[in-house]
């Protein structure tokens, strides 16, 4: 029987680190959505969790020094200059704390990249503005316009994460590595964490399930189920309103009864309903089933 490991790197690109290959590639459409494809890189897939990435390192239950607070003389700057990734999740976190609609803050917010993990489907990076500071859109005179609701990447850092998913015994495992950007001077700071103490200091359990359930369904795009659609086909395109444009996808399951058409209890179908989050792990079972992949959505 054929047996797989993935790991799934869930990378930050801050500052200087031009570690994201920004070659143009090609243009497509998304419904209301025309961005830029890029090729970059981002996630690596490894046969065993032991091919980390040269140098990468986890870090185990060890302490480490790091406090980032507006005293620090680098205070700002890993917000310029910032190359970084937005999951699904993100993106619904972001769109809910400015108050607008999914497709606005994609047209606005985000541009895509192509080949980050694989060809298959185009990730979203966030747009910076265009001037020479390459600043976050969010950043203001005094920090962080969105800190509650910020992004997966900028609550991990200066930590990076790694999940070793066994997709056949239904385990995962993550670890966690130490990033080194010599502008950033919290690692001199005298404030004390451990990985477990940073997770539950940036509040990223929820962000970190969320991703892995992101990934899961990445990885079912990593195969090519798009039946020969290639780039920007109608199926792509509707798996990238589920993942990306949270609002749209409501009114599609609306419009198309996809609640009706499962097993799902009348208690879960009205949390879905009021719910953007529960409505995005509905669309990420949804596209697995109707992409041909293990969903734990029964027909009924
Ligand atoms: S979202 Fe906030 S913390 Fe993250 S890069 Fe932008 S301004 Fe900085
Ligand atoms: S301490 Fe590090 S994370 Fe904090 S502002 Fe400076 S560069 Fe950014």
């Keep these: 029987m054929f047996r797989y490991t993935v790991v799934a790197i869930f990378k930050v690109f801050h500052g200087k680190a031009r570690e994201v290959d920004d070659s143009l590639d090609e243009f497509v459409g998304f419904p209301g959505i025309h961005y ?5 890189t981002k996630r690596t897939l490894m046969k065993t969790k032991k091919d980390f990435p040269e140098g990468m390192v ?3 239950k060890e302490k480490f020094p790091f406090h980032c607070h507006p005293g ?14 937005l999951y699904p999740y993100d993106v619904l976190c972001l769109k809910k704390s400015l108050q607008i609609s999914s497709q606005q803050f994609m047209e606005q917010y985000a541009r895509l990249v192509k080949g980050a993990t694989h060809s298959y489907f185009p990730s979203v990076m966030l747009r910076l503005i265009d ?3 390459r600043a976050c859109p969010f950043l203001q005179e005094d920090g962080c316009g969105v800190y509650p609701d910020r992004p997966s990447a900028c609550r ?7 999940v070793d998913r066994s997709p056949e015994k239904g385990t995962a495992s993550d670890f966690y590595f130490m990033t080194d950007h010599s502008y950033c001077l919290g690692h001199q700071e005298e404030k004390i964490f451990t990985v477990k103490k940073w997770i539950r ?5 929820d962000y970190n399930l969320m991703d892995d359930l992101w990934a899961e369904v990445d990885t079912v795009f990593s195969g090519n189920p798009w039946a020969g659609e290639g780039s920007g086909g109608p199926k792509q395109q509707m798996a990238f309103t589920a993942c ?13 009864s996809l609640l009706d058409r499962f097993a799902i209890s009348r208690d ?8 953007d989050i529960e409505l995005l792990k509905f669309a990420f079972e949804w596209l697995k089933y109707f992409l041909g992949a293990p969903s734990s959505l029964i027909v009924k």
């Design 36 to 40: 830029n494809l890029f090729i970059s």
């Design 58 to 60: 986890p870090l185990g």
């Design 72 to 85: 620090v003389a680098c205070y700002m700057t890993c917000c310029k200059n910032v190359d970084m990734f």
């Design 131 to 133: 001037d020479e500071t």
């Design 156 to 162: 991990m850092y200066p930590l990076e994460r790694a």
């Design 201 to 205: 200091d940036q509040r990223l359990d």
């Design 244 to 256: 990306y444009d949270i609002d749209n996808f409501r009114l599609m399951v609306v419009k198309h």
């Design 268 to 275: 879960q179908k009205r949390r879905i309903k009021e719910s």
